[in-house]
């Protein structure tokens, strides 16, 4: 089955940057879109970024672009999030999701999802 699998989470002060990594096996990786999304508690699931198959496209909500980056290396299975100048409100839990279609930014057209991976910016 698909397990997707994502580390590089912590803590990071204001202003700072993390590397996330998700990696995904059960698969044929480069058939899928793949997504990142957020859930801080007693929010819904937000849309992060997301990336077509091959790579070739993007995806930013205003809340993300010019500060975060997604890219994916087919060759390894794994898809990345570069996330840069942190703020408090990043706060959240972050999961990759996989889509075997065009990439999205509804968490609803995602069928299989990692476990996520906690990121806390302190002020």
């Known amino acids: 089955q698909v397990q997707l699998v994502e580390s590089g989470g912590g803590l990071v002060q204001v202003g700072g940057s993390l590397r996330l990594s998700c990696a995904a096996s059960?698969?044929?990786?480069?058939?899928?879109?793949m997504g990142w999304f957020r859930q801080a508690p007693g929010n819904e699931r937000e849309f992060v970024a997301s990336?077509?198959?091959?790579?070739?496209?993007?995806s930013y909500p205003d809340s993300a672009k010019g500060r975060f980056t997604i890219s994916r290396d087919n060759a390894k299975n794994t898809v990345f999030l570069q996330m840069n100048s942190l703020k408090p409100e990043d706060t959240a839990v972050y999961y990759c999701a996989a889509r075997s279609s065009v990439r999205s930014s509804s968490p609803y057209d995602y069928e299989s999802w990692g476990q996520g991976t906690q990121v806390t910016v302190s002020s």
């Open positions: 990336i077509s198959r091959f790579g070739r496209s993007t």
């Open positions: 059960g698969l044929t990786f480069s058939a899928y879109a």
